[in-house]
């Protein structure tokens, strides 16, 4: 690699732009059902920013029992369709739960769109009302959405979307996380298909690129109705990787499971589109195993090509094309 003073600041720019899609999810479409949720007043927008968003260990909000999730946390529809999602809020702990101009914001984004940060296809703005849950009890709250046009009235694509809520902070017990203004704490995942025949197989790949010393493998796709896997897996034979920089400084990460894959995809050659949630689902012998999750494909597809241009803070490519023809 050539230049690394440049690619510590591309390290440098990778870690914020991927901070920027910490969902804090444990399901594979939606929000833990015992994180502990408050909303937060309406956002003013300081200074023009559009967005905001902090993640920490510890928790500074006063927390209560409220939890939020929908139903369901995944599916699917035709593009143009409409869709139902029911949004509770419960309340799980001993004290009366105030939320005042209930609803909240909701969003529903394209987070796999690179045309800008955040893509909000559509908003539903916050509500006037007050609503305080009992202890133990719980109310609902349903997002409809037609799918046929977006808030511009331009035709939604097909895609994985996300429904999301903004101006709320969340505890785990471990991280806490504030999501304000166009930076929403997602609950739901939509998968918009083709109308038409959809691709529903797996398809081993088995295609792998090393690259300073790290060995990238695309392992195979699993195609459903409503969303398609893609499987990845990275060996990584030394964890301590050090590089010299332009100013002879040597910097040194020791890579781990925290890392994660990132990277872009294309189908027959169209828009490229983020890989946005590429998530760890298993370990062994210096061999991390991700799973990232996109739109249903139409069974008429021919090709697939994958980049993924960094691993953790080590910026590299690795392309694979894939053949998906008969």
Known sequence: MTGKNSLFTIILLILLIAASFICGCTAPGGSDEQEEWIILPEWDNPEGATSALRSSDFA????NGLVVYAIPESSGMVQGDNATITVIFANNGTSPVHIENYPPEFLIQNPADLSRPFVIVKRYLRGDDDVTILPGENISYDIKWDSSLNDNGVEVPPGLYTLEITDVMTWDGETEMMYRGESGKKISEIGIRPDGGILRKTI????????????VTFDRIDAAENSTELFFSVYVPEPLYTTEMDDGTIWSYTLSSDDKPNGHYRIDGGEQKSLWNMNLIGSSDNTYTYRSRIEPLSSGIKEMSVEINNFGPLAEQWKFDVSLSE
């Open 60 to 63: 500074e909000g006063d927390y």
């Open 204 to 215: 081993p790949v088995n295609m792998s690129q090393k690259r300073e010393g790290i060995t």
